[in-house]
């Protein structure tokens, strides 16, 4: 299994751009959180799903935010316009019904 | 609401030495525990989790913790640090009706030659 594979690693932006970020969780995991870190703030739920479900979205920091997960194999996060203070790693986890997730390798994004 | 409380953000220890991190937890319901591994530039790694069942449960690398219901702990432990210990750990909890995780707010390990 190749765990949850995220896209891009790293992405560096101008002020106002559009940005997405890609995950594809793993095969059979019913479960897709999109979270944000930082060193002010730590770990944040940003987002998550489950069956392909938006459940709670209480974490998405304004309207610029947008996620969706169209299938099981595929999962976007959309900042549209990004701001410098979005700048930050976000991970993609994923997990089975019952017990722990699986994160991915993150996408560090840069607003400048 | 889980919550998770991890103190003391820089954890310093010696190389050979006991690694303590403490994890205290609240939960209106019987929780699932775990303990995650941050390498830089890494994503979370799980290092081992309670669900059921034993209440000492061992994990990746020589750690282990043990669940405590009557201190709503789940400390972490290894007995002896390793300069490939450094890292940052977190602890979270879940309900076991779901699985959504509450994280904590990460220990920074620090390994002294």
């Known amino acids: 299994d190749a765990g949850v594979i995220q896209s891009p690693r790293h992405e560096v932006t101008e002020m106002g751009q559009e940005v997405t970020l890609r995950c594809k969780p793993i095969s059979g995991h019913n479960s897709l959180f999109w979270y944000r870190q930082t060193m002010m703030r730590g770990l944040e739920l940003l987002i998550y799903f489950n069956n392909n479900v938006p459940i709670d979205d209480s974490g998405m920091p304004e309207d610029r935010f947008s996620a969706k997960m169209p299938n099981a194999s595929f999962s976007t996060l959309k900042i549209q316009p990004s701001e410098p203070r979005d700048s930050a790693v976000y991970f993609c986890a994923s997990s089975p019904v019952r017990g722990g997730y699986t994160f991915g390798s993150g996408t560090r994004l840069t607003v400048v | 609401a889980q919550s998770v409380t991890q103190l003391g953000s820089h954890v310093s220890v010696s190389e050979g030495a006991l690694v303590l991190l403490r994890c205290n937890y609240s939960?209106?319901?019987?929780?699932?525990l775990f303990w995650y591994v941050q390498y830089p530039n890494q994503g979370l790694q799980l290092l081992l989790k309670?669900?059921?069942?034993?209440?000492l449960v061992k994990g990746i690398n020589g750690f282990e913790a043990e669940f405590k219901k009557s201190e709503t702990s789940f400390h972490l432990t290894k007995p002896s640090a390793h300069m490939s210990d450094a890292a940052e750990y977190f602890c979270?909890?879940?309900?076991?009706?779901?699985?959504?995780?509450?994280f904590g707010k990460g220990n920074q390990v620090v390994v002294i030659p």
């Open positions: 979270a909890v879940s309900d076991q009706g779901n699985n959504r995780l509450a």
């Open positions: 309670y669900t059921t069942g034993a209440t």
């Open positions: 939960s209106s319901v019987p929780p699932y």
